[in-house]
Structures are given as structure tokens and as C-alpha cells.
């Protein structure tokens, strides 16, 4: 059973990885769909803007226009030239001012975004007459490349378009064509913002469909744990009091059969010792049949017929009784009070100590130490045992209803794991609290807290 669980688990668990493995692929997805478009919506709006230099400012356009001229015409004077005309290029004095031009008009037409731009220059070719064509540089798109704009890297930048320009001159030599290519690349501040605001409401429902998912899963599988360990706890239960009828039972069938011999119904001891068994036999079953019915009630459910007794008087019966059953433990008391007047249910509270008496026999211990303590409004009793403790892992378990220490097993002594759970009950009932302290190997410290003066 426990195997079939775990493989439904991890079944689950990669049926969860894969749904939200899709999930995220249909985000990244749309979210790739939404940058593409964005872009499309800036090349749209700039391309409205301008097709050409000239639009924006005809005088600088020929300021260009001519400087590409004069540069063509250095160089077919002379060959030496071609290592400076990119140099040349890139330190106009027209910069600034078409810079200045352009983002003055990205800002008029595109006023809900904020730009930054950069024309990159790709190549500058010559067409000298009939000659091999001479191709100054032919580079691939650099920010060191960059012609005009305040763009500082095109890392983050997308290509608008490509502005392609050709100009026809002539040198002394010959006539020549030039050919230029630039490109206009933009960044968007913040672009990653505005992305995630138009995806906000698929963010909001992909985030809660996953959330949700995960909640359910975990929901079904605190659940399917839950009803393994009740279906546990049931199966352990009846394997556990099927055993504590057994004895008394066992007990009461040899009792009868040798009481129906006639030497001992004439034998006065011994048939009073057999009826005395057989007494004391179902009376232990009675007591293990009101012990299941007990616990079946809650704290709240608990009916105490409360009366004033003295506390250290109280204990001391309970430790003489239990003392009778157990000669061989060696009981030890520190009492720090004296006459505390306490209003209690006598009947519950005997059972409830003696169960943690008993639960400290049943785990190993050989001497006990009884002590009582005011603090606080509070009478305190401590109950601490030799035995072989409780790992500190399961001390949230101890007052759980059919919860045995699994270290019990190794014992004769057998319990129906109620014990320590009748014990927080009762004591909760009277408005109290108890506590353990314990490690493996050092025993076991209980400290039950009872109220002063509680009607």
C-alpha cells in the first residue's frame, strides 16, 4: 500500500512539473508574441515620422550629403585616405544638432515613450568608372560605428530599418557613385515594463491557475497521508485490543473450566481465589471497554463531577495503589506544598495519573520521582522516570487518540495507544495543561499544570 502511494505521489508530482512546464511555455511564448509586436508598433510610428534624413531638416541632409562627396573625392585623389574616412565620418560637426533634431521629434510624435537612438554606419562603397568596385569599409552593425543619437549600446536596441543612400560625383580623375548604408536602431526605457503591463491579466491568471494547482495537489496529499495514517492507526488499534481482550479472556475460560471440577468447589481457598480471578478478569474488561468509550469523547465532552480535596493527600493514595501493583519500582516524592485545596474530579484524575505512571512502567523506567510546585496560580506536578525515553521527533505525537511509541512493541506490556491521550484530555478538561520533556536513552519529565481555586 504504502508503495502504490509513493508512486502516486510521484506520478502527480511530475504530472504537476509538466503542467506547469507547459504553462510557462505558453507564457514565454505569448510574451516572445507581445515583444515582436511591440517592435512592429515602434517601427510603425517612427517610419511615420521620417523615411529620409531630409524631412527632418533639408539643410543638414545636404551638409551630409556633401560631406559623403568630399570624402569619396579625398579618396580617389588619394588611396592613402581610406584609413580616415571613418573617422571622418563619425566626428561631424552636423552631430549634435541631428541628434538634438530627432529625438526632439521622437518626443513630439511618440510622446508616451521615452527613446533612445542610434544611425549606425554599415558601409560605404565606391563605384570609381568601369573599375573593380572599392569598398571603403563594410562592417557589421558597432555603436563605435554610430553616426549620430545617444543610444550607448545596442545591446537592448532593435533595428528600425536600414537607410540606404547614393550619391553621384566627380573627381578630376573620373566620375564615381557612392553607395552608403546606415541603420537607425532604437531602446525603449523601461520596454520590459510595458511589456508586462499589456501581459498583466495572462500573468494574473497563469500565476493563479499554477498557485492553484499546487494548493490542490497539496490539499490531495496531506489528504491521501491522512487516510493512510488513519487506515494505520484503525488496523493498529484492532491488532492492539484484540490482544488486551485476549488475556482476560484466555483468564476467564481456564477459571470456569477449573471451577467446574469438584475437588476445587470443595476447596474453600481455592474457589475464592478463582472467583476473586474471575473478578478481577472482567472487571479488567469492563475497564477496557470504558477506557475505549472514555476517549472517544473530546476534552469539551467530558462530564467531571468535581470535589474539594487535598492535593498531596490525593497523590499519595494513587502512589500507594499504584505502588501494590508495581512493588518493583522504586517511587520517590519531593512535595513543595502542603495542604493545596484543589477542586477536582477524583475518578478521572486518579485514571489520568495512573496512565502516566503505568506509560513510564511500560517504557522501562525502575524509579520515578513525584514532585509538586505552586507558580503562578498554578499547582504543578512533575512526574520524572529512568526509562528508556522518547525521541524528542515525536513529542507532537505522544497525545494523539491510538498513538504508540513504536519502541512499546519491544515490551510485553501492551497499550491501545490511549493512554497519554485520556491524560490531555482530562487535564484539558479541568483547564490545565501537560507537558513532556524527554530525549531517547534519558527518560521522561511529564509536568501537568492544574489551576488554583477552580470551581
Not at 474457589?271 to 472514555?294: G, W, Y
Not at 500507594?320 to 519500582?329: H, L, S, V
Request: aromatic content about 10%; charged content about 25%.
Amino acid at each position: 500500500m504504502k508503495k502504490k502511494i509513493n508512486l502516486l505521489i510521484l506520478f502527480s508530482v511530475i504530472v504537476l512539473i509538466a503542467l506547469s512546464a507547459m504553462q510557462f511555455y505558453l507564457v514565454k511564448t505569448t510574451y516572445d508574441h507581445k515583444v515582436a509586436q511591440f517592435h512592429n508598433e515602434i517601427r510603425y510610428k517612427i517610419a511615420k515620422i521620417t523615411n529620409d534624413y531630409s524631412d527632418i531638416d533639408a539643410s543638414i541632409f545636404n551638409k551630409k550629403d556633401l560631406l559623403y562627396k568630399q570624402l569619396a573625392t579625398k579618396y580617389i585623389l588619394d588611396k592613402k585616405y581610406k584609413f580616415r574616412i571613418k573617422s571622418d565620418l563619425l566626428q561631424n560637426d552636423f552631430k549634435n544638432e541631428l541628434t538634438r533634431k530627432l529625438q526632439l521629434e521622437f518626443e513630439k510624435e511618440i510622446p508616451n515613450l521615452k527613446l533612445d537612438f542610434a544611425i549606425v554606419l554599415n558601409k560605404f562603397v565606391i563605384y570609381n568608372g568601369t573599375k573593380i568596385t572599392d569598398t571603403i569599409y563594410s562592417e557589421k552593425p558597432f555603436i563605435e560605428n554610430k553616426l549620430y543619437g545617444d543610444l550607448a549600446t545596442l545591446d537592448n536596441a532593435f533595428l528600425v530599418r536600414n537607410y540606404v543612400g547614393t550619391t553621384s560625383g566627380t573627381s578630376l580623375q573620373s566620375d564615381y557613385k557612392l553607395l552608403t548604408e546606415d541603420a537607425l536602431y532604437v531602446s525603449v526605457i523601461d520596454w520590459e515594463m510595458i511589456i508586462l503591463k499589456r501581459m498583466a491579466l495572462i500573468l494574473f491568471f497563469a500565476i493563479f491557475s499554477i498557485l492553484t494547482l499546487i494548493t490542490l495537489f497539496v490539499i490531495a496529499i496531506k489528504a491521501l497521508i491522512k487516510q493512510k495514517k488513519i487506515s494505520d492507526i484503525k488496523t493498529d488499534f484492532i491488532n492492539n485490543i484484540t490482544h488486551e481482550l485476549k488475556t482476560p479472556l484466555a483468564t476467564l475460560a481456564i477459571s470456569t473450566k477449573i471451577l467446574e471440577r469438584k475437588d476445587i468447589r470443595e476447596h474453600q481457598q481455592n474457589f475464592d481465589n478463582l472467583v476473586a480471578t474471575i473478578s478481577r478478569q472482567n472487571q479488567r474488561l469492563q475497564q477496557l471497554i470504558d477506557q475505549v468509550l472514555n476517549n472517544s469523547l473530546g476534552e469539551t465532552e467530558v462530564e467531571l463531577q468535581k470535589e474539594k480535596i487535598v492535593s498531596e493527600t490525593f497523590i499519595h493514595s494513587i502512589i500507594d495503589d499504584f505502588k501494590i501493583a508495581n512493588p518493583n519500582i522504586t517511587i520517590t516524592t519531593d512535595f513543595k506544598t502542603i495542604k493545596t485545596i484543589l477542586f477536582l474530579d477524583k475518578f478521572h484524575l486518579t485514571t489520568a495519573l495512573l496512565n502516566v505512571l503505568e506509560n513510564a512502567v511500560k517504557y522501562g523506567c525502575n524509579n520515578i520521582v513525584i514532585q509538586t510546585s505552586l507558580l503562578d496560580n498554578q499547582f504543578n506536578i512533575s512526574i520524572q522516570d529512568d526509562g528508556i525515553g522518547i525521541e524528542k521527533s515525536k513529542h507532537s505525537l505522544l497525545f494523539d487518540k491510538f498513538y504508540r511509541v513504536e519502541q512499546g512493541n519491544l515490551h510485553s506490556t501492551k497499550g491501545l495507544g490511549l493512554g497519554l491521550y485520556y491524560v490531555d484530555q482530562i487535564i484539558k478538561a479541568h483547564r490545565g495543561s501537560v507537558a513532556v520533556i524527554s530525549d531517547l536513552g534519558k527518560g521522561c519529565l511529564f509536568k501537568i499544570s492544574l489551576e488554583l481555586n477552580r470551581n
